[in-house]
Nanobody
Framework: QVQLVESGGGLVQPGGSLRLTCTTS????????ISWYRQVPGKERELIAR???????DYEDSVMGRFTISRDNAKKTVYLQMNSLKSEDTAVYYC????????WGQGTQVTVSA
């Protein structure tokens, strides 16, 4: 069983920054590939960044150069540092992994607005 807990969302002005956190208590954390998705109402959930257990990182084109995903295996935590935020980044952000089955966090709202 893997439980994912996101935090760090909120309201920020365009151009601002936020750091999202995804924490889990599983002993298998080091082997997990952890992804961040986001979803806006009426649209499908979109993969934006992934960090593999090997350390490899992938980004979706729209966040490349603005968002940084990282992990702290000792804290069993994955971070998503979001800089130069735009209104179109407004969404609910979810943490995701697959370990014998699919796991999602509860989501955290990010709103970018003046």
């Amino acid at each position: 069983q893997v439980q994912l807990v996101e935090s760090g969302g909120g309201l920020v002005q365009p151009g601002g920054s936020l750091r999202l956190t995804c924490t889990t208590s599983t002993d298998d954390f080091n082997r997990l590939d952890i992804s961040w998705y986001r979803q806006v109402p009426g649209k499908e959930r979109e993969l934006i960044a992934r960090i593999f257990g090997t350390g490899r990182i992938d980004y979706e084109d729209s966040v490349m150069g603005r968002f940084t995903i990282s992990r702290d295996n000792a804290k069993k935590t994955v971070y998503l540092q979001m800089n130069s935020l735009k209104s179109e980044d407004t969404a609910v952000y979810y943490c995701h992994t697959v370990w014998r089955r699919i796991y999602w966090g509860q989501g955290t709202q990010v709103t970018v607005s003046a």
